[in-house]
């Protein structure tokens, strides 16, 4: 299974918003409704920010968003703060019933 | 509150085999399986592998299908993933997180997740 295709970094100014893609195949993304999004800042432990392609758990600020359309999942954060300065990586379930992450991309808040 | 406190650092040398334990507390241990997840150093995320709470049933990535083995204790909260025949390109820090839903037949996201184990291989 080879890994979900992100862009290796972007980057924005508090305030704006970003989106970062998640393109994948028709045996991953385009599957199902199983994708699901990880923020890590450096040295620390990932953290489930969206799943189920636009579900966000409990205590995720509701600036973070999800979207699908086909192969390609997104990730859309508004009202970018500082604090939103991390990696983040794409994950999809499989049809091989396994997870798949993407890359990562490297979020710099300007 | 949900805590996984992993095993510490271990250092191998090529062709050993590593177990890195998780113990767990504050939920229903039996209620919620796990994922095991490796980031080599500067790398990303791979997922390695999810075990079945409920049944034991495991699913692994191809790749590591052959020399990783992922097992639970429910008599003492613990998860554990030993891998065999370790390369130098095994050398990574390990996580274990567990599902966001229970009783789940398939792997879910992880929502918990454990502060990391560091395993260098190297002669």
Same mark, same amino acid.
Request: net charge neutral; proline share 5%.
């Given at each position: 299974?080879?890994?979900?295709?992100?862009?290796?970094?972007?980057?924005?100014?508090?305030?704006?918003?970003?989106?970062?893609?998640?393109?994948?195949?028709?045996? =991953?993304?385009?599957?199902?409704?199983?994708?699901?999004?990880?923020?890590?800042? $450096?040295?620390?432990?990932?953290?489930?920010? %969206?799943?189920?392609?636009?579900?966000? $758990?409990?205590?995720?600020? =509701?600036?973070?968003?999800?979207?699908?359309?086909?192969?390609?999942?997104?990730?859309? %954060?508004?009202?970018?703060?500082?604090? *939103?300065?991390?990696?983040?990586?794409?994950?999809?379930?499989?049809?091989?019933?396994?997870?798949?992450?993407?890359?990562?991309?490297?979020?710099?808040?300007? | 509150?949900?805590?996984?406190?992993?095993?510490?650092?271990?250092?191998?040398?090529?062709?050993?085999?590593?177990?890195?334990?998780?113990? /767990?507390?504050?939920? /229903?241990?039996?209620?919620?399986?796990?994922?095991?997840? &490796?980031?080599?150093?500067?790398?990303?995320?791979?997922?390695?592998?999810?075990?079945?709470? =409920?049944?034991?049933?495991? %699913?692994?990535?191809?790749?590591?299908?052959? &020399?990783?083995?992922?097992?639970? =204790?429910?008599?003492?909260?613990?998860?554990?993933?030993?891998?065999?025949?370790? &390369?130098?390109?095994?050398?990574?820090?390990?996580?274990?997180?567990? *599902?966001?839903?229970?009783?789940?037949?398939?792997? $879910?996201?992880? %929502?918990?997740?454990?502060?990391?184990?560091?395993?260098?291989?190297?002669?």
């Amino acid at each position: 299974q080879s890994a979900l295709t992100q862009p290796a970094s972007v980057s924005g100014s508090p305030g704006q918003s970003i989106t970062i893609s998640c393109t994948g195949t028709s045996s =991953d993304v385009g599957a199902n409704n199983y994708v699901s999004w990880y923020q890590q800042h $450096p040295g620390k432990v990932p953290k489930l920010m %969206i799943y189920d392609v636009n579900y966000r $758990p409990s205590g995720v600020s =509701d600036r973070f968003s999800g979207s699908k359309s086909g192969n390609t999942a997104s990730l859309t %954060i508004s009202g970018l703060q500082a604090e *939103d300065e991390a990696d983040y990586y794409c994950s999809s379930f499989t049809s091989s019933s396994s997870w798949v992450f993407g890359g990562g991309t490297k979020l710099t808040v300007l | 509150q949900v805590q996984l406190v992993q095993s510490g650092a271990e250092m191998k040398k090529p062709g050993a085999s590593v177990k890195v334990s998780c113990k /767990t507390s504050g939920y /229903t241990f039996a209620s919620y399986g796990f994922t095991w997840v &490796r980031q080599a150093p500067g790398q990303g995320l791979e997922w390695m592998g999810w075990i079945n709470i =409920d049944s034991g049933h495991t %699913i692994y990535v191809q790749s590591l299908q052959d &020399r990783v083995i992922m097992t639970t =204790d429910t008599s003492t909260n613990t998860a554990y993933m030993e891998l065999r025949s370790l &390369r130098s390109d095994d050398t990574a820090v390990y996580y274990c997180a567990r *599902d966001l839903l229970p009783h789940h037949g398939t792997p $879910p996201p992880m %929502i918990y997740w454990g502060q990391g184990t560091l395993v260098t291989v190297s002669s």
